[in-house]
């Protein structure tokens, strides 16, 4: 009872993207360094019209070792220009390896940085309290939806992957009347809301977009 994300009441996309229609790509990174809690990258395409298609979901359990390079290569891949990092017990250590790394690999174009987590609210408040927003705000790939016999020119296509999914499920089981034993996924949207949010209400940065070659 009390689920906060059932999967009836999301917003689903087929993966099809339109190349020359994405605005930006951008991230949000909850940090984790194994022990049971998964480090949650959601990375989030803004389109021209506005809307916010989550195409790519790093999700995972393990040490830094893995996960830094794992993230940073779907950052690079992916396209992305920015990823935040909310500061938290393991937010600097993950900050600095994220930063060692790029700095080691010579990977420019992804700016890095870390925001402080809200004071006034618990991090359950914080999901309630954006659950609204991630469900109207933003599009998830469709489960189980065919990939498509031809991609049309100009558009680039995702499906989900093992990630994926286990973010999509856990999120899928967070209730707020209740013990959540995975809330990372859900945690990593709220952020991306509250990302979103302060970007809508003044913080504008230009940024280069790698598929148009422009800004």
């Known amino acids: 009872e009390g689920l906060l994300f059932p999967t009836d009441e999301m917003r689903y996309f087929d993966g099809l993207v339109e190349l020359k229609a994405i605005k930006?790509?951008?991230?949000?990174?909850d940090p984790a360094v194994g022990g049971g809690d998964n480090v949650s990258t959601p990375i989030?395409?803004?389109?021209?019209?506005?809307?916010?298609?989550i195409c790519r979901w790093v999700y995972d359990k393990r040490t830094i070792k893995f996960t830094v390079p794992k993230v940073v290569n779907a950052l690079k891949t992916n396209g992305a220009s920015e990823a935040r990092i909310e500061r938290n017990g393991v937010g600097q250590l993950f900050l600095d390896s994220t930063k060692r790394y790029l700095t080691e690999n010579a990977i420019d174009g992804i700016r890095v940085t870390s925001v402080g987590a809200p004071t006034r609210?618990?991090?359950e408040d914080k999901i309630k309290g954006y659950s609204d927003a991630i469900k109207g705000n933003y599009e998830f790939l469709a489960p189980y939806t065919p990939e498509p016999d031809e991609i049309p020119d100009g558009f680039i296509y995702f499906k989900r992957d093992a990630d994926y999914?286990?973010?999509?499920?856990?999120?899928s089981m967070y209730t707020a009347e209740g013990?959540?034993?995975?809330?990372?996924?859900a945690d990593s949207m709220a952020q991306l809301a509250i990302m979103d949010e302060k970007k809508t209400n003044g913080e504008v940065t230009a940024v280069h977009n790698p598929f148009r070659g422009g800004f």
């Open 44 to 53: 989030c395409y803004e389109m021209d019209d506005g809307r916010r298609l």
């Open 179 to 185: 013990k959540n034993v995975h809330d990372d996924s």
């Open 165 to 171: 999914q286990r973010a999509m499920e856990d999120m």
């Open 121 to 123: 609210m618990s991090k």
């Open 24 to 29: 930006r790509v951008y991230a949000v990174i």
